[in-house]
T-cell receptor
Framework: EDQVTQSPEALRLQEGESSSLNCSYT??????LFWYRQDPGKGPEFLFT???AGEEKEKERLKATLTKKESFLHITAPKPEDSATYLC????????????FGTGTRLTIIP | DSGVTQTPKHLITATGQRVTLRCSPR?????VYWYQQSLDQGLQFLIQ???????AKGNILERFSAQQFPDLHSELNLSSLELGDSALYFC??????????FGPGTRLTVL
């Protein structure tokens, strides 16, 4: 069965303390892996798409990387406004275009 | 702002009732997706429409139905509502079938 697992469930960091969030997947064929940011009560906001192992994408303090089994979202010198839930999702090679989401990592940055 | 709009923002209704949620996709996007997000289940794919035709179905209950109109807006109809249907309902749209852009959601509360 296709699965997406995110860890940790929750992470508290001091402002400026860098860390990484993990998204591991076991799927039959990956067409793309996506990272989203979600604030409480709001819709997921698209951050990155990764298509193949070795690919990296960067945006401000965030960098996403992809291997054959997992993806990391690295957060460098985070600020309080980076506090949110970060979701990863996969799009499979076969079948429909539905995104299969992980349960997310709730990130809190303490000033 | 993703460009996807959803109405209403909040909906409070009673068990057994029927409601309609509305979504307008980003300009030019032909695909519309509906997702349900509850506390215990995370984001779950319900159904996809492409240019007016149903393209894929996920874990959508028989009490739920959707359609996409010629102007590409979509409606999700939920009937015989139960307490467990209380959730956030998101619509997303895509031009490519890869990146999906989410609306702000409709929070449904069934009392």
């Amino acid at each position: 069965e296709d699965q997406v697992t995110q860890s940790p469930e929750a992470l508290r960091l001091q402002e400026g303390e860098s860390s990484s969030l993990n998204c591991s997947y076991t799927v039959s064929g990956l067409r793309g892996l996506f990272w989203y940011r979600q604030d409480p009560g709001k819709g997921p906001e698209f951050l990155f798409t990764l298509y193949s192992a070795g690919e990296e994408k960067e945006k401000e303090r965030l960098k996403a990387t992809l291997t054959k089994k997992e993806s990391f979202l690295h957060i460098t010198a985070p600020k309080p406004e980076d506090s949110a839930t970060y979701l990863c999702a996969v799009l499979l090679n076969f079948g429909n275009e539905k995104l299969t989401f992980g349960t997310g990592t709730r990130l809190t940055i303490i000033p | 702002d993703s460009g996807v709009t959803q109405t209403p923002k909040h909906l409070i209704t009673a068990t057994g009732q029927r409601v309609t949620l509305r979504c307008s996709p980003r300009s030019g996007d032909l695909s519309v997706y509906w997702y349900q997000q509850s506390l215990d289940q995370g984001l779950q794919f319900l159904i996809q429409y492409y240019n007016g035709e149903e393209r894929a179905k996920g874990n959508i209950l028989e009490r739920f139905s959707a359609q996409q109109f010629p102007d590409l807006h979509s409606e999700l109809n939920l009937s015989s509502l139960e307490l467990g249907d209380s959730a956030l309902y998101f619509c997303a749209s895509s031009a490519t079938g890869y990146e999906q852009f989410f609306g702000p959601g409709t929070r449904l509360t069934v009392l």
